[in-house]
Structures are given as structure tokens and as C-alpha cells.
């Protein structure tokens, strides 16, 4: 065969990228460069350097051999696996009278399901103190009237107790989401076939509404594994994420061994999402089956409702528990070795509005921004993942959904690592600058922005915006007047949930704020609890920012209702037509 | 303006969607892309539009190759199938989107916007969002706001699909007349033959990504290329065969030809109401039998065998007249003028 007739048709490279999709991809991946890769890059590579620059294992043999260090891996596994057994203790009952019973109490089980995750758990853990804690409430009625003492707060104890309370709805929602999406058919064929009763639960239910349980179990365990707050505010220092923080602000940023606990922090939750990702794979069964109603929902016996009331009312007093005590302690004069408060007073909120209004303000400026920031960086990547052939545009997405494997504490580190030494023209570090916090709180809130813009975007059907390229718009005139305002109402719902969640981070904002001043709501209530004297108007932050929390959650849920209804209407009036 | 497609070939990574299409559209012309779906109609008429870029081949649209000029520089109007009316804005503000990029001023604005929605009869929704239009309506404003551009090309994606059956004849009328009112250059996409034979001048046939035919509705039906077209343009007996010396053999079927045919084999097609059934014997007449009745309403649907072939043949359908029964012989005349030779 002749050379000039086997030649094959030469592809024709097509680059159908503009140069400002070009600039704002590049703007994009430098800012994920600055604030997030290299950061912990740096973080990862200082654990495997010895002094002079060359590669060793020697920080990690030195954690191992070191017994503090020892026990804290084993604390912090001990704790996010107890709490994951517990948190499911909590969660799996109420997931299936929620998914599977006609049951007079479902809304209360579905407020059940919000009301931990408006209270940032470390708000929580002091609260709990006065409730369960040794001299707390409960034990001091159990010893009274039984001369018994539990002791639910202890140690480790404490921090699990707290956690399992606050992180059972990731499992409860994933969960009663997976069996409410098991198509009624699946469980009729099974009885059809002869199955019942515990073989059709054991047979069928449960394998297939195991994913969302795993995919609930896993966030949690990573979660409680990475968390630095509650241990803290809960004088808990044998675990692994105290310990970095411990060592990086009392022994200093050239102690290697912050960095080596982070790195395990990293391969911890690393390993936790992509072992549950593998068990997962090939079982995401939800997805397949589209358009059942879900389970049957069944009658309840008396029995059956007498036992469920039994369980969910306690459990309602357990959750409501923290907010009703911190609730008290705002208002409390003195509380201490009694079940309840002396007298109350509303003195602690006039003095957190009078000595130190900045934590209000600083919070609504800092996570007002990040927010800001996280809508705009969650737009534009959404639209150059989905919108344009931009080579290289899915490492965009994978580098900001990174973030999500990053502990705070983590960022915070790899950010005091790389610009500590960064002066700003006032002298002071760039990485304690308050702009650097927005900057990281940004980061660490962009993944549920950028999930949020991409669930936006791809709501908005592509001919919407070809039309308007057709009558004469350009791109960037299309995603302005065509594509945003279609993508609002997601938008705006990602916006609030970045703000709440980000008013309510402790774990970075720990690591980088070195002055009260420049502090957000979440360290303020962090410094308050220090001292017995500032358990009050810690408390009343931490009401202000349960609140706050609160009413955000529920506007981006209104939000997000109020599109979903109008979608509906619409397809229903293109339907009609 | 002319609209030339020269040897466009197109495709997805590996998936080839058109091959080697070439065409050109008259000024003032209404023309049809038909075809199956999947054979590539759709994307022709997003090419044309601006949306993907031809790997090979030329798109020339009034005489300047527009090949890799972007959608918002063409000046070629598309409805879309879905109308994609924005929903965030009134039916006055989708129409005047167009001509706020052209900064045409606003006095000027509102008058074209008005014109344009009384072209379609709609002047009074002018404050309406779309999602509290019927379809027809929301259709309406979608070629309002193409029209309001003062296109040079007028495109329209399966304009009809989205309508109640009830309301397709009206509207396909509507959309000729307009059409013919303007004098705008326009290609019509769809599937469906009676569509794109009642609206279009010509129209070109489209399969597996491939033009197989262009020419007026009639002659496509008439003269067929090959059996796809036959096919796909209504009902066809397509009858495998020979000819030699301007006589069709099939089996022991004969058929003297009209128009003068190359010897060899060859496929012979047969519309259903070419087909005559004579109750009684005829001159030239073949026998064959009933194997089954279908009353349609309008006409009847016999399905025939002569001589091992099977054939479908239609009559009109008169009141008194008896319809035939299976395993009833008749007498089947085929006047040569209206057969061809594929």
C-alpha cells in the first residue's frame, strides 16, 4: 500500500475556546493554586522533608513511636467510628418510620432531621456539659433521686455523645432518601415471590438502600475524624486534629509533626470517601430506577406507634437538648451545680452587642464575601465545565471539589505555611490577614457552591441560551442576561448555604485569626468559653448564630421551593399548551 | 439570500452525522429538510445556524462563506423546537432581546417588536410570560422573536412537533403564508412527509446523514432515487425484478414499461393508489387474490398476491360499494405511466 493512499484523514484540531474563557479559566486555576493546592502541597511535602530538603519517612516513624501521638490516631478512629455506630443507634429507626410507616409524627422526625445541623456542634458541646456533664442537669436529678452518675461527658465520651448527636442527620437524610427511592415494585416482586417480613427487609430493602447509608456513615465518620472545635471546646487534646493544632501554635510552624498529623487527617478521610466510593460501585440503584412511587407506606399497629413515640421523643429531647441549653445559659446569671439557672438576665447579649460587635459584623462582612466569592467561582466553573470545550476544563472541577477532602484545620496550616512569611505593607503576615480568612473560608465553601451553580446550570436548557446567541448575543452578553438570571434562585440558595456554613467555621478560622478584632462569631463564642465569666455572652453568640444559622437554612430551602414550584408550573403550562 | 451547503461533513469524536452534503437553498424559497431521526437533518440546520463548525466543508450563506463566523454574527433566525422561550422575561422583552444587541434605540425597539408580534397576532400578550401561553401561543412568540431580527435566512426545527394534531394544518398554513408575505428564505426541518410536501417549494431527502434527494415534493414522490425515498414518502410497492427490452419481469408478473429503462435488474415502484381493482376480467389486466381488508375511513387497504407477490393497493372508499373479501380473486390493472423504475 502506497504511503499517499494509506494516509489517514488528518484530524483536524478543533480548540473551540475563546480568549476570555482562556483568561477566566486561568484566573480560576491560579486562585485554586494559591489558596488551596499549593497551600497543602506544601502542607503533604514539609511532612516528608528532614531538615535539609531531602525526602524522609522520619516524622512519620517518630509519630508512630511517639505514644501521645499513638493514642490520639487511636481516640480520633475510636471516636468517629463510636460516633458513626451511634449516630446510626439514632438515625436508622427514625429513616425507616420516616421512609416506611404512615406515622403521625413525620414532621416532627423531619425537624428532627435540621435542628442538630443549625447548631455548630462545638456551640453545642458546653451546653451539653451543663446538661449531661458531671455536675450537669441530668446527673445532678439522677443522683438526687437514684444516687447514679453517668458519666455521658468524660473524656472521649463527651466528644462522641456531642458528635452522634450532631451529625446523625447525614445519615438519617441519606438514608430515608435511599428508602423512600426503592421503587414499590422491587419490594412487590420480592413478595410476590413469596418473601416477607424480615427476609423481604433482609433480602431486599436493605441492600438496596444500603448505598445512601454508606454515603451517610462515611461524611460522618470524616467529619467527626477531621473536627477540631468540639474536641477543644470540650478540653479533649488526645485526639489527632488538637494535636496538629497544639503543635502548630504552641511548638511553632517548623515542628514537622502538624504536618504529618495532617497528612494522616488527609489520607484518613481520603480513604474513608473512596473506600465507601468503591463499596458503592455499581450499587448506586437509586439512579436506575426512576418513577416508582417509592416504598408502600404502612399502617402502624398501636404497638408499633406506642414504641415509635417511645423513641422519637426522647430522641427530640436529646437534640432539643443543647439548643434549650444554650438557650438557658444566654439567659442564665449563674448556673452552676444546679439543674437549672439561678435567675436570668438578658445582661449577656447587651454586653456581646456592646464589648464586642465586631464578631457580628466581622461574620457578615467575612462570609458575606466568601459567599460572594464562592457564586462567582462556582458559576464560572460550572460554566466552563458544562458550556465549553476548554481542554483541561474537568481538572478545574476536580480541583475545587478537592477542597472537600481538605480538614480546615488542614488549609489553615498549608495557608500559615506558604504566607506566613508574606508581609503586607503594614508589616503584618498576609497570612493572618483578614482578607486571607475570607479567602479561605471561600475555598472551603466552594464545593457546595460550585455543586449548587452546576445543579443550576444544567436546569437551564441549552436552547435557552442558543437562542439567544442566534438573535445576536455573545457569550459573555448570553451567560449575563440569559443563563445567570435563569440559574438565580440556585444561586441564591448557594449563596446562603455557603454564608451559614462558613459563619459557623472554627477549625481554619482557629489556626488564622491572631486578633480578636479582626475575629468572626465563631471564634468569638470560642473565646468567651474559655473562661467561666465568658460562658454567658458565649452563649448568647452562640444563640445569635444558631439563629442566624437557622434562618438561613430555612431561606435557601424557601428559595429553593419557591423554584421548584415555578419549574413546575412552567412544564405543567408547556404541557397544557 | 441563497444558502449554499458545499461537502459538509460533520461528526461527533468517532460518530459521523453527515457525510459529504452538498445543497443549496433558493432566495425566497421555503425549503425542507426531511428525514428519519438521526439522519442528520437537525444538525445540518444547526450548522447552518452556527452552531458546531463543519470539519470539512463550506457553509455560504447570500454569497459570504459563513462557515466560521459564530452564531451571534450570522444574522440567520432559528425557532427552536422547544420555542427556548426565556422564561424570566415577558413575550415583549424575548422579542426585543434580539434588537437590544443590535443597539437598535427604544422607540425603534417597540415599534419592530410590535410589528413583529402582530405578524403572529399577538400583540395583546405583549406583557405575558411565556409559561402563561398556550403552546401555540408560546410558538408564536418564538418565530416573533426571530422575525423581529429581520433575518436573512428564516430556520424552523420540527415548528409543528410540539402541537396538538388539531392545530398542525392551521398553523403549517399560517407559516406559509408568512412565508410568502415576507419572501424570507426559509428551511423547514421535519419527519413528517405530509409536512414538509404541503409547506415546502422543495425539499431535500435525508438519511443516515447523507442527502439521498432534493427536488418539489411531487417529483421526490413520482420519481423516487431509490427505495429509502420510495419508502419514506408515503406507501410504496417496491417490486424486485428485471427488465429487459422495456418489459418488467417479476416471477410470472409482467409489466410493459411506459418510459424507456436500462435492461438488467431492477426495482420497480408502485404507489398503493396506482393499483386498479377491476371486479371483472380486462385486457392487460393481471389475477391476483385478497389476503386481507383494512378499512381506513377515505379509502380501503387491500393486500394482494399476484403470482407469489405480495402488493398493497388502495380504493376509495364509496358508500354501496362492496368491500372485497380475503381469498376473493380480482383483476389488477397497473397503468404503465405510473410505475418507476429505481
Redesign the interface.
Known amino acids: 500500500m502506497s504511503a499517499a493512499i494509506a494516509r489517514p484523514r488528518r484530524a483536524?484540531l478543533?480548540v473551540?475556546a475563546s480568549l476570555s474563557q482562556v483568561v477566566a479559566a486561568l484566573l480560576v486555576a491560579a486562585f485554586l493554586l494559591a489558596f488551596l493546592l499549593v497551600p497543602v502541597g506544601r502542607v503533604i511535602l514539609t511532612a516528608f522533608l528532614d531538615p535539609a530538603g531531602g525526602f524522609t519517612l522520619v516524622h512519620f516513624a517518630d509519630f508512630f513511636r511517639t505514644s501521645l501521638f499513638l493514642e490520639s490516631f487511636w481516640n480520633s478512629l475510636y471516636v468517629a467510628g463510636l460516633s458513626v455506630v451511634f449516630a446510626s443507634v439514632l438515625a436508622v429507626p427514625l429513616a425507616v418510620i420516616l421512609a416506611r410507616y404512615r406515622f403521625p409524627g413525620r414532621a416532627l422526625i423531619a425537624t428532627l432531621g435540621v435542628l442538630p445541623l443549625v447548631m455548630p456542634p462545638f456551640v453545642g458541646a458546653v451546653a451539653m456539659q451543663l446538661i449531661f456533664g458531671r455536675n450537669g442537669t441530668v446527673n445532678l436529678l439522677l443522683m438526687d433521686w437514684f444516687d447514679l452518675r453517668l458519666d455521658l461527658m468524660e473524656g472521649l465520651n463527651g466528644v462522641i455523645f456531642v458528635q452522634s448527636l450532631h451529625y446523625f442527620p447525614f445519615i438519617l437524610m441519606n438514608l430515608a432518601a435511599s428508602l423512600s427511592n426503592i421503587d414499590v415494585a422491587m419490594e412487590e416482586a420480592g413478595q410476590n415471590l413469596g418473601a416477607r417480613g424480615l427476609t423481604l427487609l433482609r433480602t431486599i430493602v436493605l441492600p438496596l438502600s444500603l448505598p445512601g447509608y454508606l454515603a451517610g456513615a462515611s461524611l460522618v465518620f470524616v467529619k467527626v475524624f477531621d473536627d477540631l472545635a468540639t474536641p477543644l471546646l470540650l478540653n479533649v487534646t488526645n485526639m489527632l486534629a488538637p494535636q496538629a493544632y497544639l503543635r502548630v501554635t504552641s511548638v511553632g510552624l517548623a515542628d514537622p509533626m502538624g504536618y504529618v498529623i495532617s497528612v494522616i487527617l488527609i489520607a484518613v478521610s481520603l480513604a474513608a470517601m473512596v473506600g465507601s466510593g468503591l463499596l458503592l460501585r455499581g450499587r448506586d440503584y437509586a439512579t436506575a430506577q426512576r418513577g416508582g412511587g417509592g416504598l408502600s407506606q404502612r399502617r402502624m399497629t398501636g404497638q408499633g406507634k406506642l414504641l415509635a413515640w417511645l423513641f422519637v421523643v426522647p430522641v427530640l429531647f436529646l437534640v432539643l437538648a443543647p439548643h434549650l441549653g444554650i438557650l438557658l445559659l444566654s439567659l442564665a446569671t449563674i448556673w452552676s451545680f444546679s439543674p437549672l439557672p439561678d435567675a436570668f438576665t438578658l445582661a449577656h447579649y447587651g454586653t456581646v452587642l456592646r464589648e464586642t460587635p465586631q464578631f457580628l459584623t466581622n461574620t457578615l462582612l467575612f462570609c458575606g464575601i466568601a459567599a460572594l466569592i464562592d457564586v462567582v467561582l462556582g458559576v464560572v466553573i460550572a460554566w466552563l465545565v458544562h458550556r465549553t470545550k476548554l481542554p483541561g476544563r474537568a481538572l478545574l472541577d476536580l480541583a475545587a471539589m478537592s477542597a472537600l477532602a481538605v480538614p480546615g484545620l488542614v488549609l489553615g496550616i498549608g495557608i500559615l505555611r506558604t504566607y506566613f512569611d508574606t508581609r503586607l505593607p503594614g508589616g503584618d503576615s498576609l497570612a493572618t490577614w483578614w482578607g486571607m480568612l475570607i479567602i479561605v473560608l471561600a475555598i472551603r465553601r466552594l464545593p457546595y457552591a460550585l455543586r449548587g451553580a452546576t445543579a443550576a446550570l444544567r436546569q437551564v436548557?441549552r436552547?435557552?441560551e442558543?437562542?439567544?446567541?442566534?438573535?445576536?448575543?455573545?457569550k459573555a452578553?448570553t451567560l449575563a442576561?440569559?443563563t445567570v438570571?435563569?440559574m438565580?434562585g440556585g444561586l441564591a440558595a448557594a449563596f446562603v448555604t455557603s454564608f451559614a456554613t462558613a459563619a459557623v467555621e472554627l477549625s481554619a478560622t482557629l489556626v488564622l485569626v491572631t486578633r480578636d478584632v479582626d475575629a468572626p462569631l465563631s471564634y468569638g463564642i470560642y473565646i468567651y468559653m474559655q473562661s467561666a465569666a465568658g460562658r454567658g455572652p458565649g452563649a448568647a453568640l452562640g444563640v445569635i448564630a444558631v439563629l442566624a444559622v437557622a434562618l438561613c437554612t430555612w431561606a435557601a430551602h424557601a428559595v429553593a421551593e419557591r423554584e421548584r414550584s415555578r419549574r413546575a408550573?412552567?412544564s405543567e403550562?408547556?404541557e397544557?399548551? | 439570500m441563497s444558502v449554499e451547503v458545499e461537502a459538509v461533513s460533520f461528526g461527533y469524536g468517532a460518530t459521523r452525522v453527515l457525510e459529504d452534503v452538498s445543497l443549496s437553498v433558493r432566495q425566497g424559497e421555503f425549503f425542507a429538510f426531511l428525514g428519519p431521526s438521526g439522519s442528520g437533518k437537525t444538525t445540518l440546520l444547526r450548522l447552518i445556524?452556527?452552531?458546531g463548525?463543519p470539519?470539512q466543508g463550506r457553509i455560504v450563506i447570500g454569497g459570504r462563506d459563513m462557515t466560521r463566523t459564530?452564531?451571534?454574527?450570522r444574522?440567520?433566525?432559528?425557532v427552536?423546537?422547544?420555542y427556548?422561550?426565556?422564561?424570566?422575561m415577558t413575550v415583549g422583552q424575548n422579542v426585543a432581546?434580539?434588537l437590544e444587541?443590535?443597539g437598535v434605540g427604544r422607540a425603534e425597539r417597540d415599534r419592530k417588536v410590535r410589528a413583529a408580534l402582530d405578524l403572529v397576532g399577538l400583540v395583546h400578550l405583549i406583557d405575558r410570560r411565556?409559561?402563561?401561553?398556550?403552546?401555540?401561543?408560546?410558538q408564536r412568540v418564538?418565530i416573533a422573536?426571530?422575525l423581529?431580527?429581520e433575518p436573512e435566512v428564516l430556520l424552523l426545527d420540527e415548528p409543528l412537533s410540539?402541537l396538538d394534531a388539531a392545530l398542525r394544518a392551521g398553523v403549517r398554513q399560517e407559516l406559509v403564508a408568512l412565508q410568502r408575505r415576507l419572501g424570507l428564505t426559509t428551511i423547514l426541518v421535519t419527519h413528517d412527509q405530509e409536512e414538509a410536501n404541503a409547506a415546502a417549494d422543495r425539499m431535500a431527502v435525508l438519511d443516515g446523514g447523507k442527502v439521498l434527494q432534493v427536488g418539489p415534493p411531487a417529483e421526490l414522490y413520482d420519481r423516487p432515487v431509490n427505495r429509502f425515498v420510495a419508502g419514506f414518502l408515503g406507501t410504496a410497492n417496491l417490486i424486485e425484478g428485471e427488465v429487459s427490452g422495456g418489459i418488467f419481469r417479476a416471477g410470472r408478473a409482467v409489466l410493459p414499461l411506459a418510459e424507456p429503462a436500462a435492461d438488467g435488474p431492477a426495482t420497480l415502484a408502485l404507489r398503493p393508489q396506482s393499483l386498479r381493482l377491476a371486479r371483472v376480467a380486462e385486457p392487460g389486466a393481471l389475477p391476483a387474490r385478497v389476503l386481507r381488508a383494512e378499512f381506513l375511513g377515505g379509502h380501503l387497504r387491500y393486500t394482494l398476491d399476484l403470482d407469489g407477490l405480495t402488493l398493497i393497493a388502495e380504493e376509495s372508499h364509496q358508500r354501496g360499494r362492496a368491500p372485497l373479501a380475503p381469498g376473493e380473486a380480482i383483476q389488477l390493472v397497473v397503468d404503465p405511466r405510473q410505475v418507476s423504475v429505481i
Do not use: C, K, Y
Open positions: 483536524r478543533r473551540e436548557h436552547s435557552l442558543e437562542a439567544a446567541e442566534n438573535v445576536g448575543a455573545g452578553a442576561r440569559i438570571p435563569l438565580a408550573r412552567t403550562a408547556q397544557a399548551a | 445556524a452556527g452552531f463548525t470539519d459564530p452564531p451571534w454574527s444574522n440567520v433566525g432559528l427552536f423546537q422547544n427556548a422561550l426565556w422564561p424570566h432581546f434580539g444587541r443590535r411565556p409559561a402563561q401561553l398556550s403552546g401555540g401561543q408560546q418564538a422573536r426571530t423581529a431580527i410540539n
